[in-house]
């Protein structure tokens, strides 16, 4: 059963930034929720999570999302880029 309420559903995935705690509530037309909904079914994940995504690849840059996501430390990647010499 594939239904709406599924794909609300979590991916049972940890996310590389740690314990998710704070939460977004903001009004969206029907058409920007049934995009949401139409992306995130195509990349097979819930629409929370896709969304999630989306704004931190608009926050924190693309480099960044595709460490995230391959599971390496951005923390680590942000502290080193400041010029040190390590």
Do not use: C, Y
């Not at 930034?17 to 903001?26: E, P, S, V, W």
């Not at 995009?35 to 999570?49: C, Q």
């Not at 996501?69 to 040190?84: E, F, P, Y």
């Amino acid at each position: 059963m594939h239904d709406a309420d599924s794909m609300m559903s979590r991916s049972g995935r940890t996310d590389a930034g740690g314990k998710l705690t704070a939460r977004f509530d903001i009004p969206v037309t029907e058409e920007l929720n049934e995009a949401a909904i139409a992306m995130a079914t195509l990349r097979g994940v819930p629409k929370a999570e896709f969304l999630r995504l989306v704004i931190e690849r608009a926050m924190f840059g693309e480099l960044a999302m595709l460490r995230r996501m391959a599971g390496t430390d951005v923390q680590s990647h942000r502290t080193n880029h400041g010029g040190s010499a390590e």
